[in-house]
């Protein structure tokens, strides 16, 4: 069983990045994808981005494109998000999950399509 740890999170100022880290013990990702969510108070968990298990492909919200990049680490046993410009909109509480079936070339924007999810890391973002 994988067991996936998020870290990275905290309190910072409009305009502000942030680095994310989603980190696996028990078992690697191997030849897994990996996807980042986030859920905000009073809201449905939603889709951020996503990235392949080779790193070939990444995938991104709308609402993070151009501000948002995804990468495995060199040993690819962590998945790094890197947020930039942060705006209080990315408020939330920032989970990573594994994709459910293996080697897959797209990525799915969809939560149940992942599972084995960490207890996510809380970004805050002040004006």
């Known amino acids: 069983q994988v067991q996936l740890v998020e870290s990275g999170g905290g309190s910072v100022q409009a305009g502000d990045s942030v680095r994310l880290s989603c980190a696996a013990s028990?078992?690697?990702?191997?030849?897994?994808?990996v996807g980042w969510f986030r859920q905000a108070p009073g809201k449905e968990r939603e889709f951020v981005a996503a990235?392949?298990?080779?790193?070939?492909?990444?995938y991104y919200a709308d609402s993070v494109k151009g501000r948002a990049i995804i990468s495995w680490d060199n040993a690819q046993t962590t998945v790094i998000l890197d947020m930039m410009a942060l705006k209080p909109d990315d408020t939330a509480v920032y989970y990573c999950?594994?994709?459910?079936?293996?080697?897959?070339?797209?990525?799915?924007?969809?939560?149940?399509?992942?599972?084995?999810w960490g207890q996510g890391t809380q970004v805050t973002v002040s004006s």
């Open positions: 990235i392949t298990w080779t790193g070939g492909n990444t």
């Open positions: 028990g078992r690697t990702f191997s030849r897994y994808g």
């Open positions: 999950a594994v994709d459910k079936f293996v080697m897959r070339r797209v990525m799915s924007s969809r939560a149940h399509e992942y599972h084995y």
